[in-house]
């Protein structure tokens, strides 16, 4: 085999090994293991028919525990299959109402192909409104608020052929408000059923057409927007962030792609219209602390901290998402809500916190003299089978921050026990036992005499 060939079969077989990564990395995306059921699913119901179409409600309904749909909320688009067009729309609106002169003698809201539609805002006036519209395109996560996880919009259907059911739209597409969202073909499933009569009688409508869209961050982001750092209370090392985790910082201080520490806002103009966020050697928007506080007999205490670094953009609804085997165990959380989630094939818990009404809901952008943070503090339970402070056992084992998942640092670089702690331990507990045994002894004397 020549030099040259054996080259190129090098360079193949790293080709070959690049696919087969990148092949593993988009499936392990694909599926959540710490939300195995996540999708928002957009549902095409027609209750009524037409002379020329029908009139069908679009419910989009988010299933994601602890993902949400954030600011400035989302937009559906699809591809119709024929020659359709929509008359009116309630509770929803489309971007753009297209050429519209080839039906001169009727009202028509679009007449684009592929139609873009948008939520109305919550102050909307009721002639424009329909049941369960208007949030502003928010939708909250299913696990913190499920009564504010969906919405739905009305609209009228026409330009068919007389006595047609309809057709499924094509294409469906999910700006939820970016990129990241892939969506299933929009298919005819079993019509929805709903109860009337305070639940006595139930009401089916003639058609229902479904489409599932799942998230995966390899399409929504370049690079990561979350970082994790750690320390304790035994010891004085800090693990950082790893170094440029959401990217490098630029080597040339006159560029304009972070605020240095110390320095002012100069351009107010171009702050305001893109991120920029201060110059860190992660470089990420959103950094989380994790500390351990205290270690008491029967519980342990972690101070939770979350940092906007970001000068453009607060972060509302926000949520913190925690893989740790210490939450198998009864907590106590002070400045956040939280609860549970059940997960599958996973051997630790997972804990997701969010923010109170009125007190921390958003997450506010930094500025010249003061960063954006929520903090709490989270009394755990000890599982004395399972407890110990030893091995990186007290750190998270995988945090998100909105639904997208933070890097951490290699466990080698974990704030460590030090070496003579177990020694101690050893000491301490023999001095013990020798000072029971010699009590025992002193008492045992005494009673004889």
């Not at 009337?196 to 869209?213: A, E, F, L, N, P």
């Not at 927007?225 to 910082?249: A, M, N, Q």
């Not at 893109?274 to 972690?302: G, S």
Request: charged share 20%.
């Amino acid at each position: 085999m020549t030099r040259s060939t054996k080259r190129s079969w090098v360079s193949l077989g790293r080709t070959v090994m690049l696919i087969l990564v990148a092949s593993m990395c988009n499936l392990s995306d694909c599926y959540d293991p710490l939300d195995p059921h996540g999708n928002i699913t957009v549902t095409f119901d027609i209750y009524q028919y037409t002379p020329d179409g029908y009139m069908a409600r679009v419910t989009i309904q988010n299933y994601y525990q602890y993902r949400h749909v954030d600011k400035p909320g989302w937009n559906l688009g699809w591809t119709w299959s024929k020659n359709e067009v929509i008359w009116s729309m309630f509770g929803a609106f489309a971007i753009k109402q297209g050429d519209c002169s080839s039906f001169k003698f009727r009202t028509t809201h679009s007449c684009i192909k592929d139609p873009v539609i948008a939520d109305l805002m919550p102050e909307t006036s009721p002639v424009n409104r329909s049941e369960d519209c208007c949030h502003g395109g928010l939708l909250s996560a299913w696990a913190i608020n499920p009564s504010k996880s969906f919405s739905s919009f009305e609209i009228m259907v026409g330009n068919l052929e007389a006595n047609s059911t309809g057709y499924a739209p094509l294409n469906l597409t999910l700006l939820a408000p970016g990129p990241g969202y892939t969506c299933s073909p929009v298919l005819d499933t079993d019509p929805t059923v709903s109860l009337d009569i305070g639940g006595r009688r139930q009401v089916q409508v003639y058609r229902t057409w479904k489409s599932t869209c799942t998230y995966s961050s390899f399409l929504a982001n370049k690079t990561p927007v979350c970082c994790v750092s750690l320390s304790t209370f035994y010891s004085p090392t800090i693990t950082s962030c790893p170094k440029c985790s959401c990217g490098c910082r630029e080597a040339d201080k006159s560029e304009v792609s972070c605020i240095r520490e110390g320095y002012p806002l100069l351009n107010r103009d171009l702050v305001s219209n893109h991120d920029i966020v201060e110059c860190t050697d992660h470089m990420c928007p959103i950094r989380v602390h994790w500390h351990l506080k205290n270690n008491y007999m029967e519980y342990w205490r972690v101070k939770l901290t979350v940092s906007n670094y970001n000068y453009n953009r607060n972060y509302s609804d926000w949520n913190i998402l925690v893989q740790h085997p210490g939450f198998s165990q009864n907590s106590t959380t002070y400045s956040f809500n939280s609860t549970v989630l059940p997960t599958v094939g996973l051997g630790d818990e997972v804990a997701l916190f969010w923010g109170i009404e009125y007190y921390n809901k958003e997450l506010l952008n930094s500025d010249e003299d003061v960063m954006g943070s929520v903090t709490t503090d989270i009394i755990l339970k000890k599982d004395l089978d399972s407890f110990t402070l030893s091995n990186g056992w007290a750190f998270p084992r995988r945090i998100y921050f909105n639904g997208e998942n933070c890097e951490m640092a290699l466990p080698d670089t974990f704030p460590m026990l030090p070496n003579d702690s177990s020694s101690l331990k050893t000491a301490h507990y023999h001095f013990l036992g020798l000072l029971i045994y010699l009590t025992f002894k002193t008492l045992v004397t005494c009673f004889h005499e």
